[in-house]
């Protein structure tokens, strides 16, 4: 049988190494590291995705130089204790049949002084976009002390068993700031002209190869900024590119979105369109001779990268998160099975999430990213003795429980209240932009079908219920309700809000859910900051309502900071008329409007509304749990049945749960 994907699947060649595929597993920061060094967790994260089937993995950036240190997970730089580490990484990827490739960075003036505690090295000592400071004007002796850094980190990377670098120069990091006119304006051998506005790539991409040899493999990464005034725009990139590839100095060129001047696209979440990084790749494949064209960011799925490469946009993919959501997408695309490919959701909130708080990244719907090591990979050891499993609940905890014990061998059966899987998870689902979310329930739905799990759909379980199944393992998974009591956070001594029982006061979950029709005017209580109150303005805002907004918060969007989510849904929501009232909780519902309190000076404002909405902490609905308690029955909570949280934590407790059965 023909494969849906023969442009993805064929070989190619890359200086002088066949590539299985087309398929790249990008670089990106793990933030793994402990102590500087790769570790047991580094191996098995890497080590997966090349057992996947990605045909070449490059491995998250090391900094070349102190300056160049950005996070709490960074390699050592300019040390050679890394080397022995790195070849555990680099026999665990080729191992598998992968190329190992190793990024090789310097932020210049975006660094970080709260991790490096070194000032910030730029050409012409232009202020960072990481943070508030500022940096330094390199002198020459600096320079080459910078150059020296790539040669050198490449020497190690060659050491510990790469097959080669790539160098970066994305998204107005050191190389980019000497390309780039507004961060260069040395009237040096280094600045003006475009001779010497590239001279520090060419000089470390040429120095790299003569120290390397000509078997070693040279990347270059750059970034597509066209909505920034000051970035390199797309000609000027294909010049610069033709420049280098004129001169053979690189094997392959990636071309990704985004840079520090708008971060926001770097990673970008569902709010963009996909294949992002396609434009720039398309024009550079007009200009280069040698070097292959690799396109990244928002390249989601198999469907993507067969369109990017039929299309001869590129020769290369690279597949970055949909490899953390699934790191067997490539083999599953290849054995004729890409409905079971575990879709990424585009939302970055245990990635870049993760990362941005400088923890190791994971992933929403993959919970063993990151735990490779602990798990065995993102794979199962059927169970020792098969036992009969009963969940409770359908919502994100539940369907992970039922399908890894499902995995294992053992005979499950899910019952859920409700007409419908998913739960409350289903309902953000249905935000503008979140379908990703459904199509992650439907792929449960088929896996449950697949692997013979009973799902019993309108069944309320009660603890006969529980005790008749005679199960040998109960999980409980009976997800979280809003509270309908209009209770704030902002006012603990207030158990119920004054005027919620005037009517017009629903849940977000209610209007979601079609169970409330929500009136012309609508004011909507955010307390959270994330998705559950904002996507639901988003949505209520679409369908042509007026919606205002009140947090207390000092934004709109808080806790979607951390997924680089929130300026792009600010600007969203302000477009649709939302307005924004911000540090402000609500003190009365009068069922026709609120008396809003601001949490700075204490003043009071009505604001006239037909309808109340709010996101709020919901609450636990495990009343089952007490029942089963009662009766000495044993079971294993789970997800929000537990403590109301997010979707990440309910996905792995439905995992863990099922490992240990």
């Keep these: 049988m023909a494969s849906s994907?023969?442009?993805?699947?064929?070989?190619?060649?890359?200086?002088?190494?066949?590539?299985?595929?087309?398929?790249?597993?990008?670089?990106?920061?793990?933030?793994?590291?402990?102590?500087?060094?790769?570790?047991?967790?580094?191996?098995?994260?890497?080590?997966?995705?090349?057992?996947?089937?990605?045909?070449?993995?490059?491995?998250?950036?090391?900094?070349?130089?102190?300056?160049?240190?950005?996070?709490?997970?960074?390699?050592?730089?300019?040390?050679?204790?890394?080397?022995?580490?790195?070849?555990?990484?680099?026999?665990?990827?080729k191992g598998h049949g992968a190329v190992a490739i190793q990024q090789l960075y310097h932020v210049g003036s975006h660094g970080d002084s709260d991790l490096s505690y070194h000032p910030h090295w730029s050409p012409s000592g232009k202020p960072s976009y990481h943070d508030s400071d500022g940096s330094h004007a390199m002198g020459e002796d600096e320079i080459e002390e910078t150059i020296d850094g790539f040669v050198q980190a490449a020497r190690r990377a060659q050491d510990a068993g790469f097959d080669g670098v790539e160098v970066w120069a994305a998204y107005h990091g050191m190389i980019d700031q000497f390309w780039t006119p507004w961060s260069?304006?040395?009237?040096?051998?280094?600045?003006?002209?475009?001779?010497?506005?590239?001279?520090?790539s060419r000089e470390v991409m040429t120095r790299i190869r003569a120290l390397c040899g000509e078997d070693f493999i040279i990347g270059l990464a750059v970034n597509d900024e066209p909505d920034v005034e000051v970035a390199l725009q797309r000609r000027d990139l294909a010049e610069i590119i033709k420049l280098h590839d004129d001169a053979q100095l690189m094997d392959y060129v990636t071309c990704g979105s985004g840079s520090y001047f708008d971060f926001y696209k770097i990673i970008p979440t569902f709010q963009y369109p996909e294949k992002l990084g396609v434009d720039l790749a398309r024009e550079l494949k007009k200009v280069v001779r040698h070097a292959l064209v690799t396109a990244e960011s928002h390249i989601r799925t198999p469907d993507n990268a067969e369109t990017v490469l039929g299309e001869g946009a590129?020769?290369?993919?690279?597949?970055?998160?949909?490899?953390?959501?699934?790191?067997?997408?490539?083999?599953?695309?290849?054995?004729?099975?890409?409905?079971?490919?575990?879709?990424?959701?585009?939302?970055?909130?245990?990635?870049?999430?993760?990362?941005?708080?400088?923890?190791?990244?994971?992933?929403?719907?993959?919970?063993?990213?990151g735990r490779e090591f602990e798990w065995g990979g993102d794979r199962f050891t059927p169970a020792a003795r098969p036992r009969k499993v009963l969940v409770v609940g359908g919502g994100p905890a539940g369907l992970e429980a039922a399908r890894a014990a499902a995995e294992r061998g053992h005979r499950v059966v899910l019952a859920e209240a409700s007409d419908k899987l998913g739960g409350n998870f289903r309902l953000a689902g249905l935000q503008p932009r979140r379908a990703q979310i459904t199509d992650l329930i439907d792929w449960y739905e088929r896996q449950l079908t697949k692997l013979q799990v009973e799902v019993r759909l309108n069944t309320y379980v009660e603890?006969?219920?529980?005790?008749?199944?005679?199960?040998?393992?109960?999980?409980?998974?009976?997800?979280?309700?809003?509270?309908?009591?209009?209770?704030?956070?902002?006012?603990?001594?207030?158990?119920?809000?004054?005027?919620?029982?005037?009517?017009?006061?629903?849940?977000?979950?209610?209007?979601?859910?079609?169970?409330?029709?929500?009136g012309k005017r609508v004011l909507l209580l955010d307390e959270?900051?994330?998705?559950?109150?904002?996507?639901?303005a988003w949505k209520l805002a679409e369908e042509g309502h007026e919606v205002t907004l009140v947090t207390p918060d000092p934004m709109v969007g808080r806790e979607l900071q951390r997924t680089a989510a929130d300026g792009p849904l600010r600007r969203t929501l302000a477009r649709l008329g939302v307005k924004f009232v911000l540090e402000s909780s609500i003190l009365e519902w009068h069922g026709d409007g609120a008396t809003v309190i601001s949490h700075l000076d204490g003043s009071r404002q009505h604001i006239a509304a037909d309808t109340l909405v709010t996101a709020t902490t919901n609450v636990a609905a495990d009343w089952l749990a007490h029942e089963l308690r009662e009766a000495d029955v044993e079971f294993?909570?789970?997800?929000d049945g537990a403590a109301p949280r997010q979707a990440p934590y309910a996905i792995f407790e439905g995992r863990k749960a099922a490992l240990g059965i």
Excluded at 76 to 92: L, N, Q, Y
Excluded at 528 to 536: N, Q
Excluded at 636 to 639: C, F, L, P, R, S
């Design 5 to 93: 994907f023969p442009k993805m699947l064929a070989p190619i060649r890359l200086r002088g190494r066949t590539l299985r595929n087309r398929v790249v597993f990008g670089a990106h920061t793990a933030n793994m590291a402990e102590d500087g060094l790769p570790g047991p967790r580094h191996v098995g994260y890497y080590e997966e995705r090349a057992r996947g089937g990605a045909a070449m993995i490059v491995v998250e950036p090391v900094p070349v130089h102190p300056a160049a240190v950005l996070t709490r997970g960074n390699f050592r730089p300019s040390d050679d204790s890394i080397v022995e580490p790195f070849k555990a990484i680099t026999a665990a990827i």
């Design 463 to 518: 603890a006969g219920d529980v005790t008749a199944e005679q199960a040998d393992v109960v999980v409980l998974a009976t997800g979280s309700v809003p509270p309908d009591t209009g209770f704030q956070k902002a006012f603990p001594h207030i158990e119920t809000m004054p005027g919620w029982d005037r009517g017009n006061a629903y849940s977000i979950e209610a209007v979601m859910a079609r169970q409330a029709r929500p």
């Design 314 to 369: 590129a020769d290369l993919v690279s597949i970055v998160r949909g490899q953390i959501a699934d790191p067997h997408l490539v083999n599953k695309a290849a054995e004729g099975r890409p409905e079971d490919i575990r879709g990424c959701l585009s939302c970055n909130q245990m990635c870049w999430g993760r990362r941005s708080r400088d923890y190791w990244i994971s992933c929403v719907v993959n919970p063993s990213a």
């Design 528 to 536: 959270a900051g994330g998705w559950r109150g904002c996507g639901t």
């Design 636 to 639: 294993i909570e789970i997800g």
């Design 184 to 200: 260069n304006r040395r009237e040096d051998k280094w600045g003006g002209s475009l001779e010497n506005r590239t001279r520090m």
